[in-house]
């Protein structure tokens, strides 16, 4: 039988890698070539490049960020899920042979687990309410 600690080890293990494979191949150049990502984003929900990358943005740095220390894991993730399954459905037109879509879709899997598992104890979030 799996102990609580080892889920909740697993769970941190999980987070932490994904946040930051996350964060180092999508949100740091967001972060760091706002205008030169602006430039070649696509605009699938057609309301314009601006809020479509601001969003982008959002969830592959901040949220990203949020699941890596363990804070709103469950609502950041969900951000990431529809991020991520937006990407997959409007964009890579939900083609799982291209690695594109591949990788939208396994992100997707991934924040969407993370909507329903929540972070684990391991985690500022769990830090905090110890606190109180």
């Given at each position: 039988m799996i102990k609580l600690k080892?889920?909740?080890l697993g769970?941190?293990?999980?987070r932490v890698m994904v946040?930051?494979?996350?964060y180092i191949n999508h949100g740091h150049e967001?972060?760091?070539?706002?205008s030169g990502m602006l430039n070649r984003i696509a605009d699938p929900l057609h309301i314009g490049k601006l809020p479509g990358l601001l969003f982008a943005t959002?969830?592959?740095?901040?949220c990203a960020a949020l699941v890596f220390i363990g804070f709103r894991v469950r609502l950041a993730a969900a951000?990431?899920?529809l991020n991520t399954f937006l990407a997959f459905v409007l964009v890579q037109k939900l083609d799982v042979t291209?690695?594109?879509g591949e990788i939208a879709l396994l992100y997707f899997c991934?924040?969407?687990l993370l909507c329903f598992t929540g972070g684990g104890a391991y985690g500022l979030e769990r830090a905090s309410h110890k606190q109180q």
């Open positions: 080892q889920i909740d769970l941190l293990l999980f946040s930051a494979v996350l967001k972060l760091f070539d706002f959002f969830s592959d740095v901040v951000f990431i899920a291209s690695f594109r991934c924040s969407l």
